[in-house]
């Protein structure tokens, strides 16, 4: 890619270079999940609370037909201000640069734009997955294929609980993406701390983690990129994700009986509106908030808090562990 359609912030560019630790952090929730204007606030707050984790913020976003690794303040307050800001899906980079368009990027173009530049973690609040009615719609997000073939490490608090959350770790288990419950035995439920359903692995460190993307890169092909693991990767990204689920302490969690019975309400009211497409999730996310008296808002941010926070952690213990070298790596016979 040349470079100035995709722009590393001074500050992300060295980082990288010293191989010390970067978070990316996704842009969508700013610009499309949270309400104006206590998204700045929130942008702002989660830049502070990685750097107070000992890395550096990478937020990233697509501005004037450019990509931008790291945002400065201005750019941070266009993403957050601005409602003429897209929603932009990997498969929507690609016109978007070309357009000069500016827009927020989901998981799926965050975490292509942050491997491309050689980031290895990467925090978010709730990853997008398989819809309910499904087999209606068929809209399944498109993040699950891309984190499928990304060498990416996730931190969320699962996926979105409008989902249906065991088809969507149903399609995970297809795709080979690796779950990670971080201090918990169950998959978490994004505004509730469980969703209910078991996970297979858990870990209860960022050593731990770091173990894992270890040993991710150790069993990679030769040449397929496997990076440093200190987030100052080769930059090809290939590989597959690892999804760090990290549940919102329940203190923090929506009541679950006010989360059942309004997300029934939403998924309804979604149908009767005919929505679809892109405008599903910000509809769902946006009707709990107004519904729940903001109660959903307040653990969606603390669920993304946590997340950015154990981001900052598992990206200093990647930093400070020497990766495998590649050609130690033997052809299996
Ligand atoms: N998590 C949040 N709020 C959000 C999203 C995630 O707490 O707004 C966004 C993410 O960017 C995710 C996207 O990638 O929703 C999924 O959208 P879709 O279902 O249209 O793929
Ligand atoms: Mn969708």
């Not at 008296?293 to 930093?319: F, M, Q, T, W, Y």
Request: proline share 5%; with cysteine.
């Amino acid at each position: 890619m040349p470079e100035t359609t995709v722009v590393l912030s001074e500050e992300v560019r060295e980082a990288l270079a010293a191989h010390r630790p970067v978070v990316a952090l996704e842009s969508t929730i700013i610009a499309h999940g949270l309400p104006r204007p206590r998204n700045l606030a929130v942008a702002r707050e989660l830049e502070a609370l990685v750097r107070e984790g000992g890395a550096v913020p990478a937020t990233i976003a697509v501005l004037d037909g450019v990509a931008r690794i790291g945002l400065d303040k201005s750019g941070l307050e266009r993403l957050a201000g601005d409602p003429g800001v897209r929603k932009l899906g990997h498969r929507d980079l690609a016109p978007a640069l070309a357009t000069g368009a500016s827009g927020a990027t989901t998981v799926s173009a965050t975490a292509f734009l942050a491997a491309r530049a050689g980031i290895r973690v990467f925090a978010t609040g709730g990853l997008g997955g398989v819809h309910r009615e499904w087999t209606h719609t068929q809209d399944e997000s498109a993040d699950l294929r891309l984190l499928a073939r990304t060498r990416i490490t996730v931190v969320c608090a699962g996926v979105k609980s409008i989902l249906d959350v065991p088809a969507t770790l149903q399609r995970l288990e297809t795709l080979g993406v690796g779950i990670l419950g971080y201090g918990t035995e169950y998959f978490p439920g994004f505004y509730l701390t469980s969703s209910g359903e078991p996970v297979d692995w858990t870990v209860r460190s960022p050593q731990e983690v770091a173990a894992v993307m270890r040993a991710q890169d150790a069993l990679a092909e030769p040449g397929t990129g496997t990076g440093t693991g200190t987030g100052a990767g080769t930059g090809t990204g290939t590989g597959t994700a690892l999804i760090v689920a990290h549940p919102v302490p329940e203190a923090e969690q929506l009541d679950p009986e006010l989360h059942d019975r309004v997300l029934a309400e939403a998924l309804d009211a979604c149908r009767e509106r005919g929505i679809t497409g892109q405008a599903v999730t910000p509809f769902l996310l946006e009707y709990l908030m107004r519904h729940t008296g903001g109660a959903s808002l307040e653990a969606n941010i603390a669920a993304v808090r946590g997340n950015v926070r154990l981001a900052a952690r598992i990206a200093e213990a990647a930093a400070t562990t020497t990766a495998p070298a590649a050609a130690a790596a033997e052809p299996l016979r």
